[in-house]
């Protein structure tokens, strides 16, 4: 929460801000990541293909579209946030819990995996579906206790912008500008969060600089 509060309390240049961003970028791609390799994962077992990855395009038709879409991504990412802080404080302060951090991870974990079970489990794969299911809250588990609240909303943002938008380095396609303008999003915050992180210090470290 200190990254977090330091940010609203208008400090955007804190070191702990940029860091907590670069962070929650990094865990947000390795989210999607995880998701996309499970969609792959679950054809291979179930079909023995590897189905193709089909980004919507109805929300980019227009430059307006794409960046309410944008807005809109950045509210989930803070309200799925808040919501699982939210979930995380009320099971540590849970006489089941007894204010054991142990016990409230476990609690909050199993309270995820119903709240996602519903998009997730099928039925037709149940031991690999529940595995997914086990370790897309293992990832958010570890972006909430290691970096903090700030970095889980980026990371959910950054999640939606990789799994939503369609990807290409192919300028004739139609909705080039649009990717690339996504990739320019996510690789400029990225900079921007490590160039704040550094706080005033050489980027690439004393070292270097002094060479």
């Not at 865990?27 to 193709?52: H, M, N, Q, Y």
């Not at 037709?124 to 909303?153: H, Q, S």
């Not at 396609?173 to 210090?201: H, K, M, N």
Request: charged content about 10%; aromatic content about 10%.
């Amino acid at each position: 929460m200190i990254g977090w509060n330091r940010l609203l309390a208008g400090r955007w240049r804190d070191p702990l801000v940029g860091w907590q961003v670069l962070c929650g970028i990094g865990c947000g791609v390795a989210l999607a990541l995880t998701l996309r390799l499970g969609f792959i994962a679950k054809g291979l077992l179930e079909d023995s293909v590897a189905r193709p990855w089909i980004s919507p395009l109805f929300f980019i038709a227009s430059t307006r579209a794409y960046a309410g879409f944008l807005f809109g991504w950045l509210f989930d990412g803070l309200s799925t946030a808040l919501l699982i802080v939210l979930i995380y404080a009320v099971a540590r302060g849970s006489r089941a819990a007894a204010g054991r951090n142990a016990l409230a991870i476990g609690i909050m974990g199993l309270l995820l995996i119903g709240l996602i079970a519903r998009e997730f489990i099928t039925g037709t794969n149940l031991p690999f579906e529940l595995a997914m299911c086990v370790l897309i809250v293992a990832v958010i588990t570890i972006a909430m206790l290691r970096f903090g609240l700030l970095a889980m909303v980026v990371m959910f943002f950054v999640n939606q912008i990789v799994h939503g938008a369609p990807f290409t380095l192919n300028t004739a396609d139609w909705y080039a500008p649009q990717a690339f303008a996504t990739i320019l999003l996510v690789v400029g915050l990225a900079a921007a969060g490590f160039v704040i992180s550094r706080g005033g210090e050489p980027l690439l470290g004393r070292v270097l600089a002094d060479e």
